[in-house]
C-alpha cells in the first residue's frame, strides 16, 4: 500500500463573525493513510475542555470546527494540523469577533460571458459583510448545488462558480445572493454557450478555357453575321419584287375598246398603220418612271437581270 503525505486540498477561510452569532471553520485534507487533525488557536492545542462549546469533527477527509456563540474572547488564529506516517500539513486563519453589523456588498459583480462548447467557466463574485454572508448561486431561479460539473468554490471573500464543460443547454441568466442578518445583496449575469457551428458548403467555380471562351465568342459573331445576311436577303427578295411589279406594268399595254365597225370602204394597209401608230401610243413613253426610294443603293441581282433581258426584246418590238 502506498503512502501519501496529507495535503490541503481546500485549506481554512478566515471567519470575521457577529458576536452572539455561531463562526466555522473548515478544511479539506487528502492522505495515505487516513490522516489525524489537530486544531490549534494562538498556537495551544485546542479541545472542547479549554474552549467550552466547541464542536470538532472530521469525517471523510473533511475538518470542522465551530463555535456556536462566539464573543470578543474567541478572537485570534485558529489552525489545523493533518499528520500521518508519510508526513504533515498545517491550515491557520484568523477568526475576528466584532459588535457592529454590515450588509453584504459585492466588490466584485457577475460579468456576462459568451464561450464555445466544451470551454470551462467561471463565474467569480467578491463579497463581505458582518457577519460573513452566505452566498448561493442560481441559475434561471434554481439554486445550484456543488457536484461534478457545477463545483462553488470559497477562497475568503472570492466565491467561484466553475462549470467543468459547458454546453449549450447550460446558457441562461445567472444570479448569486449573499445574505446576513444585516442583509442581501444580488448580483447577475448572462451565459451564453455557443455549440458548434455548420460549415458553408463551398461555391463550386466553373473553369473555361481560352479556346472555349474562343470558340464562343467565334460562335455569337457568327450568329450575329448570319443575322444581318438574312435581313439584306430579305431586302433584297423585296426590292425584286417590286422591280418585277414594275417591269410587269411596262410590258402589259392598256386595253383599247373595239372600234365599231363601218360599211365605209376600208382603208388601205398604209393608213391603217399610219393610223395605229397616232391613236395607240406606245405605253412605255406613257408610262411614268417609279420614283426612287431613298436609302442605300442595292446591287440587282441576277433574277432581276434576267428578267430584264427576257421583256427587252418585246418592249423594243412594241416601240417600233
Request: glycine share 6%.
Amino acid at each position: 500500500m502506498s503512502t501519501q503525505a496529507p495535503t490541503f486540498t481546500q485549506p481554512l477561510q478566515s471567519v470575521v463573525a457577529l458576536e452572539g452569532s455561531a463562526a466555522t471553520f473548515q478544511a479539506q485534507v487528502s492522505g495515505s493513510p487516513v490522516p489525524e487533525v489537530s486544531w490549534f488557536r494562538d498556537g495551544q492545542v485546542l479541545s472542547a475542555a479549554a474552549l467550552p462549546g466547541v464542536q470538532i469533527s472530521f469525517s471523510d477527509g473533511r475538518a470542522v470546527l465551530t463555535i456556536p456563540a462566539v464573543t470578543a474572547a474567541h478572537s485570534g488564529r485558529f489552525s489545523v494540523r493533518a499528520t500521518n506516517g508519510a508526513g504533515q500539513a498545517t491550515s491557520t486563519a484568523e477568526l475576528l469577533v466584532t459588535a457592529e453589523t454590515a450588509p453584504p456588498s459585492f466588490s466584485q459583480r457577475l460579468q456576462s460571458a459568451a464561450v464555445r462548447q466544451g470551454s470551462q467557466v467561471k463565474l467569480d463574485v467578491r463579497v463581505s459583510g458582518i457577519p460573513a454572508p452566505t452566498v448561493k448561486f442560481f441559475r434561471e431561479g434554481a439554486e445550484i448545488q456543488s457536484s461534478a460539473d457545477f463545483r462553488i468554490l470559497q477562497d475568503g471573500e472570492l466565491h467561484s462558480l466553475l462549470i467543468a464543460e459547458a454546453f449549450p443547454e447550460d446558457s441562461g441568466n445567472y444570479s448569486v445572493t449573499a445574505s446576513n442578518s444585516s442583509g442581501r445583496a444580488t448580483s447577475t449575469c448572462e451565459l451564453l454557450v455557443q455549440g458548434e457551428e455548420a460549415v458553408p458548403a463551398k461555391k463550386t467555380k466553373t473553369v473555361i478555357s481560352t479556346s472555349q471562351i474562343s470558340q464562343s465568342r467565334q460562335t455569337r459573331v457568327e450568329k450575329r453575321m448570319e443575322a444581318s445576311f438574312q435581313a439584306t436577303a430579305m431586302m433584297e427578295m423585296q426590292v425584286e419584287g417590286a422591280e418585277m411589279t414594275q417591269q410587269l406594268a411596262h410590258k402589259t399595254p392598256p386595253r383599247v375598246p373595239p372600234k365599231p365597225v363601218s360599211k365605209s370602204p376600208q382603208p388601205s394597209l398604209a393608213t391603217r398603220v399610219a393610223g395605229g401608230r397616232q391613236q395607240s401610243p406606245s405605253p412605255v413613253r406613257h408610262v411614268k418612271a417609279p420614283t426612287p426610294t431613298p436609302g442605300r443603293w442595292v446591287e440587282p441581282s441576277s433574277t432581276t437581270v434576267s428578267m430584264f433581258r427576257h421583256f427587252l426584246p418585246n418592249i423594243q418590238s412594241e416601240c417600233v
